[in-house]
C-alpha cells in the first residue's frame, strides 16, 4: 500500500473514510501508530489549508484502528502566531485516536540554542549495514528500510537506534514524513524486559526543532530510550537526526510492557 493510498481518502470534508489494503500498515490488530498519526495530520491539514508551519503535537493511541474510519477535525484557538488544532480519528463509534496540533508563525527570536550534537555518532548510513531486512511487522517490511545505527545487540541498555528511511516517499512533505517515521522503531525498554512480550505505544508528544526538516538520501537516525521502566510501562524519549547528525525532532512516549 502507497502512501497516496493512505493519505488520497482524506478529503478536506473529513467524515466517513475507508482504506484499501490496509492490512501493509498493520501493526497487530491496528494501523501502525505514525500511519494513524499521518492520518489525523492529513485530516487537520487538508480541512485548513491556511496554518501556520507544525511547531509540535500530542498524539494519544486510544484504541486499535481499522480500515473504515470517521475523521473529524476542528480548530481550538486561532491566534495571530499560533493555531491549535485537533483531529481525531473514530471507528464504530468510539474514538481511537485524538491529536492535538501546534502551528505557529516563526517570530523575532529572543533565544537561539542549539540542540546538542548527537551522542556515539555511528557514522554515515551510507556505511551502515542494513538490518531487520524480511523481518519484523507488517509496516515495517512493506514501507520501511533499516540500518544498524548501534553496536549493541540483545539485552543491555535500553536504548535502541537505527538508520531508518520510508522505501517509498514521493510526494510526501518533510513534516508527514518524519510523523510517519517517528514511531517505528520499538521501545528502548525491549532490552530490559525479562520476557518476550506485547508492547504496545499510549501516547506521543513531540516538538519539531525544525519547519521543514531535510536529509540525505531520505534516511534519519532514529532512537528510542527508556528513561524509566516499571509497572508494566516505559517512559521512552524519541528522538530524530538526520543524516549529518543535526537534530530535527524531540519527543516523548509512553509504552505500555505487557508480560
Known sequence: MSIASLTDPI?????????????????GRTMYGGASALVAYTAAIKAFTDLPPLRAAQVAFVAPTGPEVELKREIVRQGRNVAQVRSEIWCEGKCTLTAFWLFGTEREPNAVHEAAPVDNWPGPPEEAPYTMTDKGPAFIRHN?????????????????????????????????????????????AMRAMQRQGPISSINWSFNLLETAPSTRDGWWLSENASQHAAGG??????????????????????VAIFG
Open 11 to 27: 478529503t478536506a470534508e473529513g467524515g466517513n473514510t475507508r482504506f484499501e489494503n490496509l492490512e501493509h500498515w498493520l501493526q
Open 144 to 188: 520501511f528500510e533499516l540500518k544498524r545505527a548501534q553496536e549493541q545487540r540483545g539485552p543491555g541498555d535500553p536504548v535502541v537506534r537505527r538508520w531508518a528511511r520510508l522505501a517509498d516517499r514521493e510526494g510526501l512533505d518533510p513534516v508527514s514524513e518524519l510523523i510517519l517515521l517517528g514511531d517505528v522503531l520499538p521501545p528502548g
Open 233 to 254: 510501562y516505559s517512559s521512552e524519549r524519541l528522538r530524530l537526526w538526520n543524516a549529518d547528525g543535526k537534530q530535527v525532532l524531540d519527543g516523548m512516549q509512553s
